[in-house]
């Protein structure tokens, strides 16, 4: 850190555009401050929630549908669809059953 000191000529030392205060400047303190810990805001919660959700859902969103499964015959499938293919051709319809978890897939 600096020090400026009290100018020798004269003139210069009734200039009032260096008061005498600046001429001598202190040593550099420390000054160590602590904060209270706040409470997490209210938006970072429901970012926290979000991802809490989305990390819980593995996969696809699954609809279901009323068709019966090929291999055990239950009267319900979960299905998702996903665009595998060139855009100008069909979705791949993805079927999985809740009950044997038998899955098949059909290209519409």
């Not at 499964?69 to 069909?90: F, I, N, V, W």
Request: a positive charge; charged letters at 20%; one cysteine or more.
């Amino acid at each position: 850190m600096w020090s400026r000191r009290a100018p020798s000529n004269a003139a210069v030392s009734r200039c009032s555009k260096f008061p005498p205060s600046l001429w001598t400047l202190r040593a550099p303190q420390v000054v160590t401050t602590r904060s209270v810990s706040r409470p997490t805001p209210a938006w970072a919660i429901l970012d926290e929630k979000k991802e809490a959700v989305a990390a819980a859902a593995s996969g696809p969103a699954r609809m279901t549908t009323q068709e019966r499964c090929p291999k055990c015959d239950h009267p319900e499938l979960l299905y998702y669809t996903m665009q595998l293919r060139s855009a100008d051709e069909g979705q791949t319809v993805f079927y999985e059953c809740p009950q044997c978890n038998h899955n098949f897939s059909v290209n519409n």
